[in-house]
């Protein structure tokens, strides 16, 4: 039986996920669009940056501590925002949150969450962000970004990228949906998950919680499909920032930027931080990683805004190499599903625990003794994806 004391990196909770978590789920966190190429590039990226370890620094007295959107916070790291998070885990927004928290980062909820963010703000006592996602049905919108703000969400993180959906083959041959549809496939792949089950059992949570009951049309799960298939809206457009932030008044942030004309059309929308994401490599396959895509858009908007990124991130290490290249701060969602479906709450405080230590360790390996004191001067080909 694994404990957390053998639990060493975001590869164990991975491997146990895929063990623990019902194959559609699993499948769904585990995946990119078409080839799966930009997703594998998001971690196979990473891989080709190289440390200068330097000796004989004092590194006696260290720091990763941050601050993400004038939030202190324990290390440069956020919990990005992932759809059906719930059917990782029972509760599983919740229990991201919690650990969140109690770590001292910020934790963002998804529109897609199964838990909702009255949930959230109910089990929580600081703020947390909240992912929005812009739907044709602006009235809903409006009234999605008015909860959110009664809820004392922090910021308002706007994704850009999913105005279409990219293809995701595994979701499609699994018949993705929640909760499972009751086939014999499904049925049989429940039978070996008997963890999840349970679980599962003993929570009320288990459709999108932020969408039923609260749109138009929406009041049950048999409607909920076709709502969703026909609300994502092509139209989206930078225009539509405006009224967004109007109505929100607080603190925006645009994800999914990958290209620095589209980050100079971010920082003249009024945005306090953007984040360089594709999307974890499950829209556009065939767009450039995100780590290669950072250093372009930090040079040129980081000076004006607070430059975040995503994709591909499974340790300190990953960590310490986005913010040398030009990061602000970072976001992990995989790493933090895997945890969640792995071991629940204590998977998530266990994971970000390894991660800070990777992080402060590779830092002292490279002469730093604060986080804010990296850039590109520890690594040795850090021009590689100028």
Known sequence: MPTLSKMTCVEDFRVLARRRVPRMFYDYADSGSWTEGTYRSNEKDFQQLKFRQRVAVNIEHRS????MLG???AMPVAIAPTGLTGMQHADGEILGAKAAERF?????LSTMSICSIED?????TQPFWFQLYVMRDRDFIGRLIDRAKAARCSALMVTLDLQVLGQRHKDIKNGLSTPPKPTLLNLLNLATKPRWCLSMLGTSHR??????GHAKG???LSSLASWTAEQFDPSLSWDDLEWIKKR?????????????QDARRAVDAGADALIVSNHGGRQLDGAPSAISALPQIAQAVGRHIEVLMDGGIRSGQDILKAVALGAHGTLIGRSFLYALGAMGEAGVTRCLQLMANELDVSMAFCGRTRIQ????SILLNAGLYD
């Open 104 to 108: 001292g980062i910020p934790f963002t």
């Open 248 to 260: 929100w008044g607080g603190k925006i942030i645009l994800k999914g930027i990958m290209d620095a």
């Open 218 to 220: 929406v009041g049950d």
């Open 120 to 124: 959230i703000a109910a089990h929580t």
């Open 71 to 73: 939030a202190e916070v």
């Open 207 to 212: 459709s999108f919680g932020n969408i039923v």
């Open 64 to 67: 990763v501590r941050s601050t």
């Open 373 to 376: 004191d990296v850039d590109r």
